[in-house]
């Protein structure tokens, strides 16, 4: 262990300021008020060892997320939305600066920036009431557990926070995290939801599949609480093996594969619900393919069911149906355009140098691959790159209130963090048709969908097929399921079980 | 919500400075080199809204631990006992800065005031391995919870961080926490050793009892999984309800523990293994005294085992036996005089003034409260603070070895927590005849004792009656169990299970 290679970080942050003055301003916007976005350009599972050198993990160096870079695109292009089109603030400037957390790794350096003042200094007081620090709320970070660790950071300051994907119900726990709040519906409706579609269908014995973090634990947990409500009975669950940084399998993690595959093959249930990140599921799946395993029902969680690399691999339709669980779609005209828009060329802000400054704010093959994935994207529909989109406008909207706007200006005074929060709170406005609010607990009461997984041309790869009202806590079908069973006659799920 | 009353803990920190400037020395001690101390001097389970107001928030309004106290007294024993009569760490003076923590409430503040320097100010860099932060390490704090909170701030800036008392094994992973060690056994171990005691004893049919936070959670999470192995059955496991701050009971609370005891009473099983902190088991054991519940044999996890304040309601006696899991004892000479000892009268170092400084640096009852509670404290045997103790022994011989020192002088260089680390890992030195030296996952390898709770003035409080072995994971008798049933014979457990 040691320092090795410090400075790299902060050279290169030089030369490209010094080379390419235009290159960041993906990630940086100036404006009168900043908000932070944090999103998983790139992401590894937790199996690396990135804390074991003296800095900043580099996310470049993990595998790119073409979905996070998605995410961060609807967050700019509902900023320069606002800033250009509405009479939402007018005469106010809002910016942002992004930063790549590369999922778990990089979250606690972001928000020790975005607690920063401009001088890159973050003092050390008894009371920050009246303290202004770099941004005014930030979106994000993607998973429950990142987004954890920052709500505990940005609690003692009060500064909102607005998750957009993390379902974790911890987060709902206003004593321990006041200053969150989420565009996305927790995991208690998630696990309903996926429990009915079991009812639905009669199926009531499941294999569980979870990956080994605190993602794969807690909601089996939460998961197994909804079956024993229904009666519906487990023939195993297994623990996927955690995956090398490098994507490349291990003999033992191919032997773990092998041998949960083969179970898969042997059992009589085949309905397989998979609470895991898709990144653990990739050579899951290549060994799926391996042995030839046909007809299952493959139930996926919302962190992998509109995984767009997952679902290329198009030899999955022949192991059997794929249906997952996902947020609403709400369309967003103007962002499949955006999406592949590079940024304008503009310069970085004056006061703005390499000293002090965050690491994670590049990525190279952020805009190719998106291109290269953009017809999938495009048919995906705006899901969570809706739940970004409406957390920026509520904190527009709570802006406007706190600034005192009317139709042609607002009152440009200093906005400290935690009256910007009291109005987020309190924000009820419509937008793109959809009603933007908040519960007691934070909680933006959104819709979920099932959607099927298909790979015909002629069809959009994640049709919907069912709907989950959150409010009556109901599912009910919208479309028929086109089974991977000879007759297209629902899957019977196996047999063997008789509830518990 | 708002910054109500922001400028009283100020105002009152600089009241204090002016009016009675050796008062702080019980927190603070000037030296060459600091370590940060978090201890609970006070608690307060979670339920409490500390973070509505925009403010640190101040423990000393919550109840008094005397066994907190005690701990921070054990660190402030080894630091003074290297100064003062040691060679480890010759010309060096070694200083302290203890912030009380409240439990969960106030961990994130000291942890910030840590990591700045001298200045109160945390720059923001990309790179921290020449960077000089106020402490060279950090001893605690005592939950696991609050232990994650603060590695996961630590850890970026690899600052060495050793717990004392937090179990969860969760803190073994050196992937998500490479700057944690411990000097306390980790939660596997302890639920192993309370499995063979049920094993010992032919239990096989038991109640679990625990609190609604994380420590009650996944403690018996982890403890079903134990006794899966040894095919032990579970009656029926109760979530406690968890207290309100002022700890007096709501009618809704009452409700909840007078139906738990009246199940225990019901049921045919005796055996109550209890997960909790012991804040929340005043009330259900008042409650248990209330309904006459007799007959029951008491397991107590490591959080309450030894903790005086219920061990002073002599009446529980009459209500079954009382074991529990301890660390082991190692006598510390003179601590027992030390404990109730003043702080010398000191002045403030010269920097040292109110602006910047933390909050929750006092407590006004806490020696008062020592003293009443001093005999039990006394007769308890060193254990938790042992591992406080060997803690701050660790650091001293890390900083021998960083130092280059000799008998006679050390080179008094800037020391960089990084560095410091890695001589913690590689550290090995006998401490009052144990063995100090941390494995791989960065824990010490120490023992734990079965405790059984006497009251007759000729017993010592917690006597112990088993030893648990964790190298050979194994639990044998050293004495005799006065058991509550008629003629001291071995409590049955109860009946009814079959195993599972």
């Given at each position: 262990m040691g320092?090795?290679?410090?400075?790299?970080?902060?050279?290169?942050?030089?030369?490209?300021?010094?080379?390419?003055?235009?290159?960041?301003?993906?990630?940086?916007?100036?404006?009168?008020?900043?908000l932070g976005g944090l999103f998983s350009l790139h992401a590894n599972v937790k199996g690396i060892v990135h804390l074991n050198y003296l800095q900043v993990p580099k996310c470049k160096e993990y595998e790119m997320k073409v979905l996070g870079y998605n995410l961060m695109q609807a967050m700019r292009f509902a900023v320069e939305e606002i800033n250009n089109h509405s009479t939402l603030l007018p005469g106010v400037l809002l910016g942002y600066e992004m930063v790549d957390t590369c999922y778990v790794s990089n979250n606690v350096h972001p928000v020790l920036y975005y607690l920063a003042g401009e001088d890159y200094l973050l003092p050390i007081k008894d009371d920050?009431?009246?303290?202004?620090?770099?941004?005014?709320?930030?979106?994000?970070?993607?998973?429950?557990?990142?987004?954890?660790t920052v709500a505990h950071l940005l609690s003692l300051f009060l500064l909102p926070q607005i998750a957009y994907s993390a379902i974790s119900d911890d987060l709902r726990d206003k004593l321990r995290f006041p200053a969150v709040l989420r565009t996305v519906l927790g995991a208690d409706h998630h696990m309903e939801a996926i429990a009915q579609l079991m009812l639905r269908f009669r199926w009531n014995w499941i294999v569980l599949l979870v990956s080994g973090d605190d993602y794969g634990h807690d909601n089996s947990q939460l998961f197994r609480k909804h079956l024993a409500h229904h009666d519906i009975c487990i023939a195993f669950q297994e623990v996927l093996p955690t995956p090398q940084p490098n994507q490349t399998v291990t003999p033992d993690e191919r032997q773990?594969?092998?041998?949960?595959?083969?179970?898969?093959?042997?059992?009589?249930?085949?309905?397989?619900?998979?609470f895991s990140p898709d990144l653990a599921l990739h050579n899951f799946f290549l060994e799926v393919l391996h042995q030839n395993l046909t007809g299952a029902v493959w139930i996926a969680s919302e962190s992998w069911a509109l995984d767009p690399v997952l679902h290329n691999l198009a030899e999955l339709r022949h192991t059997g149906t794929f249906l997952g669980i996902a947020t609403q779609t709400v369309p967003i005209p103007g962002f499949n355009e955006f999406r592949l828009r590079r940024s304008q060329a503009r310069q970085p802000a004056p006061n703005r140098t390499s000293e002090g400054a965050t690491c994670n704010q590049e990525c190279d093959t952020c805009l190719d691959t998106t291109m290269s994935y953009n017809t999938i994207l495009t048919l995906s529909g705006d899901r969570t790159s809706y739940s970004v989109y409406s957390a920026v406008y509520a904190v527009a909207h709570a802006l406007h209130s706190l600034l005192g706007c009317n139709q042609t200006a607002c009152h440009k005074e200093v906005v400290y963090p935690w009256r910007l929060l009291e109005e987020i709170r309190k924000v009820n406005f419509t937008l793109l048709g959809h009603q933007i609010f908040f519960d007691k607990q934070g909680d933006l009461p959104v819709s979920l969908e099932i959607i099927q997984w298909q790979w015909d041309r002629s069809q959009i790869p994640f049709q919907s097929v069912a709907f989950y009202n959150p409010v009556l806590r109901q599912l009910r079908d919208t479309r028929h399921i086109s089974w991977h069973t000879p007759g297209n006659t629902v899957s019977s799920g196996g047999a063997g079980g008789d509830g518990a």
């Amino acid at each position: 262990m040691g320092p090795q290679a410090t400075a790299v970080c902060s050279l290169f942050f030089l030369l490209q300021v010094l080379a390419e003055p235009t290159e960041n301003s993906d990630f940086y916007l100036a404006g009168d008020y900043l908000l932070g976005g944090l999103f998983s350009l790139h992401a590894n599972v937790k199996g690396i060892v990135h804390l074991n050198y003296l800095q900043v993990p580099k996310c470049k160096e993990y595998e790119m997320k073409v979905l996070g870079y998605n995410l961060m695109q609807a967050m700019r292009f509902a900023v320069e939305e606002i800033n250009n089109h509405s009479t939402l603030l007018p005469g106010v400037l809002l910016g942002y600066e992004m930063v790549d957390t590369c999922y778990v790794s990089n979250n606690v350096h972001p928000v020790l920036y975005y607690l920063a003042g401009e001088d890159y200094l973050l003092p050390i007081k008894d009371d920050y009431s009246h303290y202004v620090p770099r941004v005014v709320a930030v979106i994000g970070p993607d998973s429950s557990e990142a987004a954890m660790t920052v709500a505990h950071l940005l609690s003692l300051f009060l500064l909102p926070q607005i998750a957009y994907s993390a379902i974790s119900d911890d987060l709902r726990d206003k004593l321990r995290f006041p200053a969150v709040l989420r565009t996305v519906l927790g995991a208690d409706h998630h696990m309903e939801a996926i429990a009915q579609l079991m009812l639905r269908f009669r199926w009531n014995w499941i294999v569980l599949l979870v990956s080994g973090d605190d993602y794969g634990h807690d909601n089996s947990q939460l998961f197994r609480k909804h079956l024993a409500h229904h009666d519906i009975c487990i023939a195993f669950q297994e623990v996927l093996p955690t995956p090398q940084p490098n994507q490349t399998v291990t003999p033992d993690e191919r032997q773990r594969l092998a041998v949960i595959v083969q179970k898969l093959k042997q059992s009589t249930a085949h309905v397989v619900v998979i609470f895991s990140p898709d990144l653990a599921l990739h050579n899951f799946f290549l060994e799926v393919l391996h042995q030839n395993l046909t007809g299952a029902v493959w139930i996926a969680s919302e962190s992998w069911a509109l995984d767009p690399v997952l679902h290329n691999l198009a030899e999955l339709r022949h192991t059997g149906t794929f249906l997952g669980i996902a947020t609403q779609t709400v369309p967003i005209p103007g962002f499949n355009e955006f999406r592949l828009r590079r940024s304008q060329a503009r310069q970085p802000a004056p006061n703005r140098t390499s000293e002090g400054a965050t690491c994670n704010q590049e990525c190279d093959t952020c805009l190719d691959t998106t291109m290269s994935y953009n017809t999938i994207l495009t048919l995906s529909g705006d899901r969570t790159s809706y739940s970004v989109y409406s957390a920026v406008y509520a904190v527009a909207h709570a802006l406007h209130s706190l600034l005192g706007c009317n139709q042609t200006a607002c009152h440009k005074e200093v906005v400290y963090p935690w009256r910007l929060l009291e109005e987020i709170r309190k924000v009820n406005f419509t937008l793109l048709g959809h009603q933007i609010f908040f519960d007691k607990q934070g909680d933006l009461p959104v819709s979920l969908e099932i959607i099927q997984w298909q790979w015909d041309r002629s069809q959009i790869p994640f049709q919907s097929v069912a709907f989950y009202n959150p409010v009556l806590r109901q599912l009910r079908d919208t479309r028929h399921i086109s089974w991977h069973t000879p007759g297209n006659t629902v899957s019977s799920g196996g047999a063997g079980g008789d509830g518990a």
